[in-house]
């Protein structure tokens, strides 16, 4: 079993930045960051494998970046630029399964282990 805490959401203009972290109780071999608005699916922003080989969906590309210190074992989303289209509730993801380096993007299917979710508001 691996938990999973999220911090440092919160509301930001356009065109600032925020850091969210995910406090996790074991290493694993692939970590991600999802995130969700009401009525559509959960969608993946990003995954960084064991070895540091990362993922990003096209719309964060050169926006965000994700990041694993080991000694704190905790996992980071750096968002940088926002747009009023990245607010949502986001989650950090965790699974012992290193597949989440074999697809271009990061999907829900290849993880087990959820955070509880934080919110992420970008106004114009």
């Known amino acids: 079993q691996v938990q999973l805490v999220e911090s440092g959401g919160g509301s930001v203009e356009a065109g600032g930045s925020l850091t969210l972290s995910c406090t996790v109780s074991?290493?694993?071999?692939?970590f991600g960051w999802f995130r969700q608005v009401p009525g559509k699916k959960r969608e993946g922003v990003a995954g960084?494998?064991?070895?540091?080989?990362?993922r990003y969906t096209d719309s964060v590309k050169g926006r965000f970046t994700i990041s694993w210190d080991n000694f704190k074992k905790t996992l980071y989303l750096q968002m940088d630029s926002l747009k009023p289209e990245d607010s949502a509730m986001y989650y950090c993801?965790?699974?012992?399964?290193?597949?989440?380096?074999?697809?271009?993007?990061?999907?829900?299917?290849?993880?087990?282990?959820w955070g509880q979710g934080i919110q992420v508001t970008v106004s114009t």
């Open positions: 074991t290493r694993t071999d692939c």
């Open positions: 993801a965790a699974d012992f399964n290193g597949w989440c380096m074999y697809t271009e993007y990061v999907e829900s299917r290849q993880f087990e282990f």
């Open positions: 960084i494998g064991r070895g540091g080989d990362t």
